[in-house]
């Protein structure tokens, strides 16, 4: 975010209407805006606030019935078509365990909420939208032409907001997730025994959060035997394995606010430029390869055996996307799996910090 002097509503709301094909991303940050701010500056003009209540949006969304869900990052979209139902709601954290849409969802860093519709040609493109304080994307819901309409309008109804203005208050990026360069006492040896100790792989974040380390800075730091470096190129490589075998995956894409996960087979994976793209019926994935900094395939023991994931992180140590080999708890890592992540070609690991 630069620091000119911002656009107003009325600016944003004609720069959308100039550029009526360019991507809403793209387009805020040609502007030098956050892309809630290009949001808010719709409303009264096709956007509508509403209240980022991620637990009621949930528990609403089911009579919905088939939308397309979608979470992003600055290098991956992650779009899947299905019912939001199995909902488990916390404030802390919530999740949707449906059997194709699949999210992890932390409710505090939603902070902003919009019901949007958009005319294109003829008919009426729906949406919910939502961002944390910093104005970033934390998840989208689009309706598909399944939907329960009036579902949908009783559950913005119930969730609009009292303030309609057009403008929005944006904090300072938190620059989550990267948490490198800050002091860590965490020693080989200790890290290497906690790591050993795993008995499940959501214990992970637990440990790099007692050690203070960032997730690649404790891969970095761990050894060949528990994590070892990749070619950039694995991820596409991966895809278009898993795509030709019909090897069932389970591929992760978050941000601060939600984590969304497809389990299963894929099945048409196209590149094109820089971006590798998945495009089956129920599933999408655009993913910038040129944001790929460093591959890693990690080992993390379990009761079941040690499983695996390869991992893709950008310049700054953020987490782009993971994988792992499609399994059920209590089952152990599928042989496939575990055989092509092993044999992906490795380079030379940095020498940790």
């Given at each position: 975010m630069d620091?000119?002097?911002?656009?107003?509503?009325?600016?944003?709301?004609?720069?959308r209407q100039d550029n009526p094909k360019m991507r809403e991303r793209d387009l805020s940050a040609q502007l030098g805006i956050s892309e809630a701010e290009l949001v808010a500056a719709?409303?009264?003009?096709?956007?509508?606030?509403?209240?980022?209540?991620?637990?009621?949006l949930l528990t609403g969304l089911e009579a919905v019935g088939e939308v397309m869900a979608l979470t992003r990052n600055e290098s991956a979209v992650h779009e899947k078509i299905g019912v939001y139902d199995?909902?488990?709601?916390?404030?802390?954290?919530?999740?949707?365990?449906?059997?194709?849409?699949?999210?992890?969802?932390?409710?505090?860093?939603?902070?902003?909420?919009?019901a949007v519709e958009k005319r294109d040609g003829g008919e009426i493109r729906r949406s919910l939208q939502f961002f944390d304080a910093a104005g970033e994307a934390v998840h989208k819901v689009?309706?598909?032409?399944?939907?329960?309409?009036?579902?949908?309008?009783?559950?913005?109804?119930?969730?609009?907001?009292?303030?309609?203005?057009?403008?929005?208050?944006?904090?300072?990026?938190?620059?989550?997730?990267?948490?490198?360069g800050h002091a860590s006492v965490a020693s080989i040896d200790d890290l290497r025994d906690r790591w050993s100790r795993l008995t499940d792989v959501h214990q992970f974040f637990g440990m790099l959060k007692t050690l203070k380390l960032s997730r690649r800075?404790?891969?970095?730091?761990?050894?060949?035997?528990?994590?070892?470096?990749?070619?950039?190129?694995?991820?596409?490589?991966?895809?278009?394995?898993?795509?030709?075998?019909?090897?069932?995956?389970?591929?992760f894409v978050?941000?601060?606010g939600c984590i969304q996960i497809h389990s299963g087979p894929i099945r048409s994976v196209k590149p094109m430029g820089p971006w590798i793209n998945v495009l089956d019926e129920t599933f999408h994935l655009h993913l910038r390869t040129d944001h790929i900094h460093e591959v890693w395939a990690v080992r993390k023991p379990t009761k079941d055996g040690h499983v695996t994931s390869l991992e893709a992180y950008d310049a700054d140590g953020g987490m782009?996307?993971?994988?792992?080999g499609k399994r059920h708890e209590g089952e152990g890592e599928r042989e496939d799996w575990r055989f092509l992540a092993e044999n992906l070609p490795r380079v030379p690991s940095p020498t940790a910090a």
């Open positions: 620091q000119r002097v911002k656009p107003s509503p009325e600016e944003i709301r004609r720069a719709q409303c009264g003009f096709g956007a509508v606030r509403v209240e980022p209540r991620v637990n009621d199995k909902v488990v709601t916390g404030n802390h954290n919530a999740m949707v365990l449906g059997e194709n849409i699949d999210l992890r969802i932390f409710p505090k860093v939603w902070a902003h909420g919009f689009h309706l598909k032409p399944a939907s329960n309409l009036y579902a949908y309008q009783k559950l913005v109804a119930s969730l609009e907001s009292s303030n309609q203005e057009s403008t929005v208050a944006i904090l300072p990026s938190a620059a989550e997730g990267k948490g490198e800075e404790a891969v970095r730091m761990v050894g060949q035997d528990y994590a070892w470096l990749l070619d950039n190129d694995a991820v596409g490589a991966l895809l278009h394995h898993a795509a030709e075998g019909g090897m069932p995956i389970m591929c978050g941000n601060r782009i996307i993971q994988f792992f």
